[in-house]
């Protein structure tokens, strides 16, 4: 098998950061956010797209620890990180929005 400690070490770096990631939007995007912005079904929106990033790995059934499938690692790879961009873009569009329709100082200062 073409398994390489170092492949290895890039695809758990990897998965690590997505991971994380993932991690980060949904503890942003969660009740606290619903309650100071009052956009719920814009905030569910976003946590839906955030969710189905992981498709891609959960439902290849490729060994991405083997070298020979680096390149295609790499794809998924660069296309979650393109699409996280996408709703970074979109959360922070949807911050922007939400900041033209706060009432009071304190709803900025919470949504902050």
């Known amino acids: 098998m073409g398994i390489r400690i170092e ?10 950061q997505i991971g994380d990631i993932l991690m980060k939007f949904l503890v942003f995007l ?6 100071v912005t009052g956009n719920s079904e814009g905030i569910d929106d976003l946590v839906k797209e955030v969710k189905e990033l992981v498709i891609p790995f959960e439902t290849s059934e490729l060994n991405y620890y083997d070298k020979k499938n680096k390149g295609t690692w790499m794809n998924v790879f660069n296309k979650f990180v393109s699409l996280k961009n996408d709703i970074e873009l979109k959360t922070i569009n949807l911050i922007h929005e939400t900041f033209k329709n ?7 200062f919470d949504l902050l």
């Open 30 to 35: 969660g009740p606290n956010l619903k309650a």
């Open 7 to 16: 492949n290895m070490i890039d695809i758990l770096n990897g998965l690590e």
């Open 102 to 108: 706060l009432r009071s100082a304190e709803g900025a």
